[in-house]
């Protein structure tokens, strides 16, 4: 909390708090200081909302502190305890030139570092600058994802032993490690590390459960490619639809649209967020610009029940995905049958691509079988795509008796 190095990087494994102390830290200098203009950022400006936002106002609730917000710039401001103005504002890197306008920064928290190219480290890098009243300070919170972050780790670990906590190898920067046993929050702890206990596969293992550097091997989906949509004009494709993976408390739920063009498919995040109810699942893909819900949407079949709240809540295109023994090898090998584009800007999907890999056996010759872990993007993509091409023969009238096919 009273570091003031230059950079200070919180690394290390999920769900050990570093997110939740990083605006801690930042609304602890605001209330104490004042006079700041942090800048907060995701990667794409939209992933704040689902995440940093929330997590900031959360905490202002938490201490009962009056603030101002404007949603359209989201900007938040409140003074210190002396009554000195502070603005907290939430970005991302959709449009660059935006950011080169911005002055006066007194602070930068970069969330999902390995987000970032070490491009955008450099110019964001240099807007931090100019006299302040107290010392200026980028945050990074992320897990050490060699194949996403080999940029950071070259430049700020090198020589840097594992679960090390102390002066990085880059002049005036701190880095910290923690994993999900530094939670000081009990009953999350104990959720958490029942989730990262599971992760078998040695590298993810690494990354999640111990928080150290590794690289994944064995993607399933190299040929990937990212970029934005051929068009804008819904009726140049010719098909668009839904997938969706419902999640709850720890796991999110994932809703991703998917355009055809004859046999390629683009993939578009829509909803990553967890701790929501059906309603407000409904909620946000009705209040969804690029959403038509009479479109199908196919959803994990093993929750009837949540796919029959989402019709009564007029997602009138919702039905169960196809499932069945070997389902997930053959939506995957179905779905290799195509080719397939992330819309840039989905960021948990990309994110997911980069750790969704086959199984392994003890001589780690691959298993027709994908690793149980950070693949709900990818589910419902899966659940989509094969149910939909494939799969559904006769339409969903809503209130199921399981699955028809």
Known sequence: MENEARYLWLYGGGGSGKSEFAARKIFTRCKLEGGHRFLVMRKVRARCRESVIEVMRDIMAEERMEYRWNDTNRILRFPSIFGVANQIMFDGLDDPLKIKSIKGITGLWLEEFTE????????????????????????????????????????????????????????????????????????????????????????????????????MKGLIFPEWKIDPLPSKD?????????????????????????????????????????????????????????????????????????????????????????????????GIQFLKGYDCTIVDGSTNIISEKKTYRWMEDKGGVPLNQPIKAKDHAMDAIRYGVHSHLFGHSKPYFGFSDGPMY
């Open 116 to 215: 970032f190219t070490k491009k955008d480290f450099i110019q964001l890098d240099y807007r931090l600058r100019g006299k302040t009243a107290s010392y200026k300070q980028i945050i990074g919170t992320f897990n050490p994802d060699e194949a996403a972050g080999a940029w950071i780790k070259e430049m700020f670990f090198e020589n840097v032993p594992d679960d090390f906590t102390g002066p990085g190898s880059w002049k005036d920067s701190f880095v910290h490690h923690s994993t999900i046993m530094d939670n000081p929050i009990k009953s999350e702890r104990d959720e958490y590390t029942a989730i990262l206990d599971q992760y078998k596969d040695p590298a993810l293992r690494a990354i999640y459960r111990l928080g150290q550097w590794a690289a």
């Open 234 to 330: 819904l009726d140049w494709y010719d098909d668009i639809w839904l997938g969706g993976d419902f999640g709850y408390t720890i796991n999110p739920t994932a809703v991703v649209q998917i355009y055809r063009k004859a046999r390629q498919l683009w993939f578009e995040e829509i909803i990553y967020m967890p701790g929501l109810t059906n309603q407000q699942i409904a909620n946000l893909l009705k209040s969804d610009s690029r959403v038509n819900v009479k479109n199908p949407s196919y959803w994990d079949s093993a929750e009837p029940k949540s796919i029959d709240e989402l019709y009564v809540e007029e997602i009138k295109g919702a039905k169960p995905a196809l499932k069945g023994p070997d389902s997930v090898a053959a």
